[in-house]
């Protein structure tokens, strides 16, 4: 039975006209009309307070910053990075206070191609490493099933990440404390600056 109190229903509007603006964001961006400039007047505008609309959830990749992939100006996406956006508990609690404290009612997953990370973790499984470190032991059952998945010639790495997202996004949405939050997965692509959304299975 879905919920349909009036609540939860303002929740999904709030969250699916963020997730709305996001990819209106990206659009401008990949057309190079951005809205903002983030500048020191930007900056000036939102120091008394923040409430940003979403919360971006990616990796720590120097050619994905979310505000400019999404066009978005100051105070507007907290911004949570971790090496190939592995979960571990501080960015989760972080999640959580941006949603809880900071009235945040999406989070955008968002994976990339090419992710370092995710190649490391490949390169693991396929070599049978006995010792892997922390985020490479995090990312092992991904990259271990996009290896049984893939054919010869496809991208592995591509196939894990979205495994990777979908499974994180599977995992934040069961979360009491993300009820409401709507939790999407998306993917970026490093040449075209175009972001997708990555549908569950
Ligand atoms: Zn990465």
Redesign the pocket.
């Known amino acids: 039975m879905p919920d349909l109190t009036a609540s939860s229903l303002v929740e999904r509007h709030q969250a699916g006209a963020a997730l709305a603006g996001m990819l209106e964001g990206n659009g401008r961006f990949v057309a190079g009309e951005p809205r903002y400039q983030r500048d020191i007047a930007a900056a000036r505008e939102a120091a008394p307070g923040q409430r940003p609309f979403a919360a971006v959830f990616t ?1 720590i ?1 120097s050619r994905v910053p979310p505000e400019t992939v999404f066009d978005c100006d100051f105070g507007q996406i907290l911004v949570v990075r971790t ?2 956006h592995v979960p571990d508990r501080a960015a989760i609690e972080s999640l959580e206070f941006g949603a809880a404290e900071l009235g945040a009612s999406l989070v955008v997953v968002l994976g ?1 191609e090419r ?4 190649n490391a973790a490949v390169s693991a499984v396929k070599q049978g490493a006995t010792d892997p470190g922390y985020l490479v032991q995090q990312l092992w059952q991904p990259a271990s099933q996009a290896l049984d998945e893939t054919e010869e010639g496809e991208d592995v790495a591509s196939h894990a990440m979205r495994l990777h997202v979908r499974r994180t996004v599977a995992d934040l949405s069961r979360r009491e404390s993300l009820g409401g939050v709507l939790v999407v997965g998306a993917a970026y692509d490093l040449d075209t600056g175009e972001v997708t959304l990555i549908e569950e299975r």
């Open positions: 990796c990749d090496a190939g990339h992710c370092g990370a995710v």
